[in-house]
């Protein structure tokens, strides 16, 4: 019988158990590496940078963990506030290269493959759209619990996943039928 | 035209979350962890062995130092050899069957 996350995070908490954190990370590397992939715009190895901080600080901080949220939208709270922290180093912080963004937004790509085209979509969307689209549309996360990870009020969310989507039917519009 | 946009978008958004093979991440995040603090599990035992110990001697002086290990083995040596090896045997069936069901409770939390 496999062990749930609970479990796993109270033999962390109670025995200091690193092989149960282990099985945490295996479980979680891929969803917390994805939406930092889509945050930095696909730099895998930044991205796989970022992720590693995530859980080495969400070991370090375990004790704040307090089940009003599971543990994966834990996780991207912390994902996204190491991605807000590396990006103010790299002063790319949200909304200072929002003209650029918008300037290299490319609606008429000319690769053929759809999904490449959809990735390329994605990355030009400003940041606090593609990262709610992302957390929503692609990891499944509800509005509120995107809110959470966010930190910003319920109805930013939805409006930034609305006018994402959006974005991204007109950018992706050559590929209906 | 818009609905069947829509649909594109979600089934290609769920689709872009491919699992990510974990490729030695996991070990490498293991590498870099801090060393893990005096668990409460640690300072649980602490507790328990202090409190033994405490108690133990607590439990030697109020008893006139001892004498009721002394009056024991006095009891002890008045029994006939085959009480005696009933005795140890059966100490020594509970002890394994105790052993035997803590290793095997352990086992069946093992992680995967």
Redesign the interface.
Known sequence: MELTDADLLARVLVDGDQHAFGELVRRHQSPVRGLLRQLVRADVQLADDLAQETFIRAYKHIRSFRNEAKFSTWLYRIAYNVFRENARKRKELVGIDEERLQAEADPHTTDPALRHDLMNALANLPLHERTAVTLCCQNGLSHDEAAHVLDIPLGTVKTNVLRGREKLKKMLAGWAT | ??D???N???T??????A??D?AG??A???K???R???????QRNFIIFVATIVSVVIAYFASGEGMFVHDAFARAATLQPLQLLLIICACGTVMTVAGLWAALTRAR?S??
Do not use: C, K, W
Not at chain 2, 12 to 17: H, I, Y
Not at chain 2, 36 to 42: E, G, I, K, N, Q
């Open positions: 035209m818009n069947s946009l829509d594109l978008l979600d290609q958004l769920r689709e872009e979350t699992y990510i974990d991440f996991t490498r995040v293991m870099q962890l801090p893990r603090p005096f668990a409460l599990s640690m939390d992680i995967g």
